[in-house]
């Protein structure tokens, strides 16, 4: 009665097709591309649960997960891959003081494959894919309600993340070129679309992911008070801070995923 242990699986087929009219900045002539491709993978599952008490649940999980790829018509850019991710999950949930207290807490490690990144260059938009990226860390969340009217609440999360390996053209670098032809007085979309295309290739491994402070912590203070048989008013308070390593793929790429 104390054990459940749940698997599952789930196969994926995706098929897309995809049309896009663009203007060429020499001929000024449009042009008609049209393209197909098609993702599929195979997912499963393993969970298991386990409550030696009945305030206490403790749990472990292996869970795989798939992306489809697609197309990015303001870029014109070729498919991006598929985006696959391993995930592992340990925690446990539990009450205490005759449940006037919850405490939540969880280790993961999250491994990526393709990851897709949205790449921001000054000109475009455009989706990419990082060969391997990694996410792990652990959060706490402790919450106390002695009685029905008042809540208090902190969570604190810590994150170790990085892009194990990916190379793409530095945003940065190709705006900086485009910065320095207009100051030269050269407006041709041809001429810097030329030369930024010419910006070679950066290594970018070992950067930040986006949106992912390396500790973030939130607290929060809840009350609600009683108006007879009118109803209640509730006055509540949230502070929230984070820190994140400073790192140019953390300003100019953004990760698509969540």
């Not at 894919?129 to 810590?158: K, W, Y």
């Not at 041809?190 to 939130?218: K, Y």
Request: charged residues 20%.
């Amino acid at each position: 009665d104390r054990l459940t242990v749940t698997a599952g699986a789930r196969l994926t087929q995706d098929d897309k097709a995809h049309a896009i009219t663009s203007i060429d900045f020499t001929t000024f002539l449009p042009s008609r591309r049209a393209e197909d491709d098609s993702w599929s993978a195979f997912t499963p599952k393993l969970g298991v649960e386990y409550r030696p008490n009945d305030d206490t649940l403790l749990y472990g999980s292996v869970t795989t997960g798939f992306k489809s790829g697609g197309f990015n018509s303001v870029s014109q850019q070729p498919s991006f891959d598929e985006e696959q991710i391993l995930s592992l999950e340990v925690g446990v949930k539990a009450t205490l003081a005759q449940r006037k207290v919850t405490l939540n807490a969880a280790l993961f490690d999250y491994d990526y494959d393709d990851l897709q990144v949205s790449v921001l260059f000054p000109d475009r938009q455009t989706v990419e894919n990082a060969a391997a990226a990694g996410l792990r860390g652990a959060e706490i969340d402790l919450r106390l309600r002695p009685n029905p009217q008042f809540e208090a609440s902190l969570g604190v999360a810590a994150l170790d993340d990085q892009f194990d390996e990916f190379f793409s053209q530095d945003p940065l670098v190709v705006g900086q070129v485009q910065d320095a032809l207009n100051q030269a007085g050269i407006f041709d979309p041809a001429t810097i679309a030329a030369a930024a295309a010419a910006v070679p290739i950066s290594d970018l491994s070992g950067n930040g992911l986006p949106n992912a402070p390396d500790l973030a912590a939130t607290a929060s203070l809840q009350y609600t008070f009683l108006i007879g048989d009118s109803g209640s008013v509730t006055a509540a308070t949230t502070l929230s801070s984070s820190r994140a390593r400073t790192a140019s793929a953390r300003t100019a790429v953004n990760s698509s995923s969540n």
